[in-house]
């Protein structure tokens, strides 16, 4: 079935560091791949999606290429901020199988120090 | 704006006891999704919705049941807790025929089965 696998935490980074957290998926088809976040003490919140092949999300600094060639989808930031500092989702949604639900991850935390 | 509301947001339990989390959307959404989140387990579907009277299994419902009375209430009962059901539940919604994929997501809530 389908499935997301992204790099496991925590991940710990000094303020203005250079984020990259990987993301790679196993999918039937052309899903659509997204990157949530979660803060302290909140739901998930979505941080950006790109629907087909190619495609860049971008939001908040944050950058994800659709890579169909190495099934990755990972997340960068060119300078990081402590309020950066969350629990970050990748997931999938795959029309053609898994009845369309979104599969996720098991989440990378990121901690950026002062 | 309220989005998506969970209630309670924490409660503990013994083991036997049931309850009922309560999940309300006011944004007309047709689909809504249970969701459970534990340690290194990241998001995990428990049933969803795709519209009032309608509801479905996902990928852990043993131990749960669902209903969907009104298209902006989803229920999650638990008949009788487990330990194993500690855990932060989340609903979300989203709109039918969105293929974006975008999930609205409530805060949580927070069950301690003792």
């Known amino acids: 079935g389908d499935s997301v696998t992204q790099m496991e935490g925590p991940v710990t ?61 990972h997340l960068e930031k060119g300078s990081v901020q402590v309020s950066d500092s969350a629990v970050y989702f990748c997931a999938l949604r795959n029309y053609g199988g898994s009845q369309g639900n979104l599969i996720f991850g098991k989440g990378t935390k990121l901690s950026v120090k002062p | ?8 947001k924490f409660r503990v339990l013994k083991t036997g006891q049931s309850m009922t989390l309560l999940c309300a959307q006011d944004m007309n959404h047709e689909y809504m999704y249970w969701y459970r989140q534990d340690p290194g387990m990241g998001l995990r579907l428990i049933h969803y919705s795709v519209g009032e ?29 487990a330990p194993s059901q500690t855990s932060v539940y989340f ?14 997501f409530g805060e949580g809530s927070r069950l301690t089965v003792l």
Do not use: H
């Open chain 2, 53 to 81: 009277g309608t509801t479905a299994k996902g990928e852990v419902p043993d131990g749960y049941n669902v209903s969907r009375l009104k298209k902006q209430n989803f229920l999650l009962g638990l008949e009788s807790a």
């Open chain 1, 13 to 73: 980074l000094s303020e203005e560091a250079f984020l990259t957290i990987n993301c790679t998926y196993t999918a039937t088809g052309y899903p659509s791949l997204f990157w949530y976040v979660q803060y302290p003490g909140e739901g998930l919140q979505l941080l950006l999606k790109a629907t087909k092949a190619d495609d860049k999300g971008s939001n908040k600094g944050f950058e994800a290429t659709y890579r169909k060639e190495t099934t990755s989808f």
């Open chain 2, 1 to 8: 704006n309220a989005g998506v509301t969970q209630t309670p």
């Open chain 2, 91 to 104: 609903c979300a919604s989203s709109p039918m025929g969105q293929n974006t994929g975008e999930l609205f």
